[in-house]
């Protein structure tokens, strides 16, 4: 458990700076994942060192992988392949990480040991059953509380069958729980899911020399395919990056350049909605960087307008919507934000959430069964508000108190730890109008 900080937030008129974000939560999670059950040795650069990382890298020293931290860039995994995992001999904590429990239940259910996974209070209420089922479907054994939806989850590993499983949801978490089983069987698994979610599973294992194919409307991997170490480069997280790519839009006397940021379409929908709401966001020195797109986002001050947001651009910014619902609550007339269902079962529910925080700043707010809808164009006044432990509602406030009003304060604010280490002091640093 997090102590309970709080911070106060002053509205500020400049904003000004040439950054780098920390690296992508998503992409260096399958990092850590993946050189693990690879043959040999990987170096991996730019990691996020967040709590979510953290615990993925504590849940791999458990289960026997050595990993040397070279330097605050560099980490060095030594794989022991498919077959090299030791029995854990304690449970494993996830933390508050989603993306580590679900990714792991795929990777445990297939090995031919005992594991338990847990984690925080918010994890162990999230739903678990999107992966369980397909996993079951694949012969695999696990038990969880409530009728084995939920962590505390126990897995007898082994003796796994390959799958065709179609996904009601666009996740990537429980498209990656299935490759990853079906990975380590014989014969070909295949997911397909409603509308393609982030995919840097399939690149990245792909990259490692997994036989795995995408194609529209799902993937495929050949089962039992060596994965071979490698060197992988983790670009900044546009996730992290959203933050301030909201704040140089909102703020009256703003120029950013956040470079160094992963643009992978399946990531960059938050992109196109602030542009398609009239935000000035360019992308410049566009480059691949093991295997994904990368490039520096130029961010200034605009005038942006409400719009409706749904479909297949919601799974490609899903994480992006508290703050996004902040650039609404800037924005002249109304935003609709529909098929966001799953913002109910993220760290918290964050369409409940952000209706409480900008209802309580005044703004114009209202919570639909799928989404939210938001009148904006008014002032924001100040005020106080909850993080409700959740990283992504802690970060969104602090970027709306940079254009309300008066001040506003943030409790619970030492979450931010889980995504981004480092974000209040850069915030202090590029409202100070500093270079970085
Ligand atoms: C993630 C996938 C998304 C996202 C989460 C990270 C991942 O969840 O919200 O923060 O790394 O695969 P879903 O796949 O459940 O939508």
């Known amino acids: 458990m997090h102590e309970m900080k709080s911070r106060n937030i002053a509205p500020t008129q400049r904003l000004r700076g040439e950054f780098t974000v920390p690296g992508d939560k998503s992409i260096s999670h399958r990092a850590i994942m993946f050189a693990s059950l690879a043959e040999g040795e990987s170096r991996v650069f730019g990691l996020l060192r967040g709590e979510d ?27 022991r392949g498919l ?26 259910a297939a090995q031919p040991f005992f594991s338990v996974l847990t984690g925080d209070q918010y994890l162990r209420k999230r739903p678990m059953g999107r992966v369980i089922d397909p996993l079951t479907s694949m012969g695999a054994r696990f038990l969880g509380r409530n009728a084995h939806t939920q962590a505390p989850l126990a897995i007898d590993g082994g003796g796994l069958e390959p799958v065709e499983y179609h996904s009601p949801i666009a996740s990537a978490q429980v498209k990656s729980a299935v490759l990853l089983a079906g990975m380590q069987v014989d014969g070909a698994t295949t997911v397909y899911e409603p509308h393609l979610s982030r995919d840097h599973s399939e690149r990245m294992l792909r990259y490692f020399g997994a036989d795995l194919e995408s194609f529209p409307g799902g993937a495929r991997v050949n089962g039992r395919v060596q994965l071979t170490g490698r060197e992988v480069e983790i670009p900044g997280d ?15 006397d703003a120029e950013i350049l956040v470079k160094n940021v992963g643009v992978n379409p399946t990531r960059s929908g938050v992109i196109e ?8 966001i360019e992308l410049t020195n566009q480059r691949e960087l093991s295997g994904e797109s990368v490039a520096d986002l130029l961010v ?18 899903i994480d992006e919507f508290p703050v996004i619902s902040v650039a609404a609550a800037f924005a002249e007339g109304v935003t609709t934000i529909r098929d ?29 069964e799928d989404g939210m809808r938001i009148v904006g164009g ?17 970060m969104s406030m602090a970027i709306a108190g940079l254009g309300a009003a008066a001040e506003i304060k943030i ?10 280490p480092g974000f209040w002091e850069l915030l202090t640093l590029v409202s100070g109008g500093q270079e970085i």
Do not use: W
């Open 53 to 79: 990382c953290l615990s993925t890298l504590g849940a791999f020293r458990s289960l026997g992988i050595e990993v040397v931290e070279k330097s605050d860039n560099e980490l060095i995994i030594h794989g």
């Open 83 to 108: 077959a090299g995992l030791q029995e854990p001999t304690d449970v494993i904590d996830c933390g508050n990480s989603g993306t580590t429990m679900r990714l792991m239940s795929g990777i445990l």
């Open 238 to 252: 546009i996730s992290s990056a959203a933050f301030f790519l909201v704040a140089g839009l909102i703020v009256p």
């Open 273 to 280: 909605i602030l542009q398609q709401m009239g935000g000035s």
């Open 300 to 317: 200034k001050s605009s005038q942006l307008h409400g719009i409706e947001i749904g479909g297949e651009l919601i799974p490609r910014a």
């Open 340 to 368: 966001a269902r799953e913002l109910r079962v993220k760290e918290t529910d964050r369409i409940a959430a952000m209706c409480e925080c900008l209802g309580a700043l005044d703004v114009n707010i209202e919570p639909l």
């Open 378 to 394: 008014e002032l924001l006044t100040g005020g106080e508000v909850n993080s409700y432990g959740d990283h992504r509602i802690a």
């Open 411 to 420: 409790s619970d604010t030492a979450c931010t730890e889980t995504s981004f």
